[in-house]
């Protein structure tokens, strides 16, 4: 998303943050809709894999059909398997339950995409630089790991030593590569380190640059999350807006709280979106002037 990569990184973890504690703490299907509509929202626009979005949709189907057979609880019985009974509670929190995981995944898609490694070390350094390297580090390393196998993997196959599709082969082969990539890890990590130990890591205090300034749509991102947090927040506890599944579905009462709770959740959830959208339609009409 244009947006998010021009943001500074402290309003979009601000976002993460704020949208998640939220739905987790309401546990709303009304909230858990909002915020799985926005992250599809934002996975279509950062133009995220198909693959992944399968496989999201795997885990929410998992999720969905699993916890009304593990869970007895619930006072509406629809069917029996066996002695065991399927109720409309456990249905109903289950399929809550998979939509919520699945728009974190979807956002955190979405943060991979928008937060690479130097913001993430932006992030983190004010509280620790060695967490702070470890994780970024742990970013970089990862991808690059999984491409060298593969590298490695192909050039056994050139070599003719993949040969067999038996279970023995096909381990003796995946050890073959998996010692390779060791070595070459191994090899990897003491480069990095006397290229850092060259650079003086780690011999005195350590500097800081940030080369993502706070802008003015910074400001203005970040007074409209708290904004809009706090109206989400405060009437939720004023009203109650708990959502009971247990031991009968007894949603909320609907009240000006809770629609005023619920619509700054909402905008709070499609923000980016609203952003992304408002800057790309700018930046089409500049186009146009050109």
Avoid: H
């Avoid at 006072?75 to 995981?101: K, Q, R």
């Avoid at 300034?213 to 009203?239: G, H, M, N, Q, Y």
């Amino acid at each position: 998303m244009i947006w998010f990569d021009k943001c500074n990184p402290f309003p979009v973890l601000i976002y993460y943050v704020a949208v998640t504690a939220l739905s987790a703490v309401f546990n709303n299907p009304y909230y858990t809709a909002a915020l799985l509509v926005s992250a599809v929202a934002a996975f279509v626009m950062c133009r995220g894999r198909l693959r992944a979005a399968l496989s999201f949709c795997v885990v929410f189907l998992l999720t969905f059909i699993v916890n009304p057979i593990l869970s007895k609880k619930g006072a509406t019985p629809l069917l029996f398997f066996g002695d065991s009974p399927v109720t409309l509670e456990a249905i109903v929190y289950g399929l809550n339950s998979a939509a919520l995981i699945t728009a974190v995944m979807f956002l955190f898609y979405v943060f991979t995409k928008t937060v690479d490694s130097e913001k993430l070390l932006y992030l983190l350094s004010p509280f620790s630089a060695a967490a702070a390297m470890t994780v970024s580090a742990v970013l970089r390393f990862a991808p690059l790991y999984v491409r060298q196998s593969k590298v490695i993997s192909d050039q056994q196959k050139a070599l003719g030593f993949q040969g067999g599709q038996s279970i023995p082969a096909r381990l003796k082969s995946g050890a073959r590569v998996f010692s390779a990539l060791s070595t070459w890890a191994l090899e990897n990590g003491i480069t990095a380190a006397d290229s850092m130990a060259c650079r003086g890591y780690g011999t005195g205090k350590r500097s800081f640059y940030s080369f993502f300034p706070f802008k003015p749509s910074d400001r203005v991102f970040i007074a409209a999350e708290l904004l809009l947090t706090a109206l989400c927040a405060v009437p939720a506890i004023i009203a109650d807006c708990a959502f009971n599944y247990y031991p009968n579905i007894e949603p909320p009462a609907v009240s000006v709280w809770l629609i005023i709770s619920f619509t700054a959740f909402s905008l709070l959830s499609f923000l980016p979106v609203i952003f992304e959208i408002t800057d790309r339609i700018k930046w089409k009409y500049l186009l146009q002037k050109i």
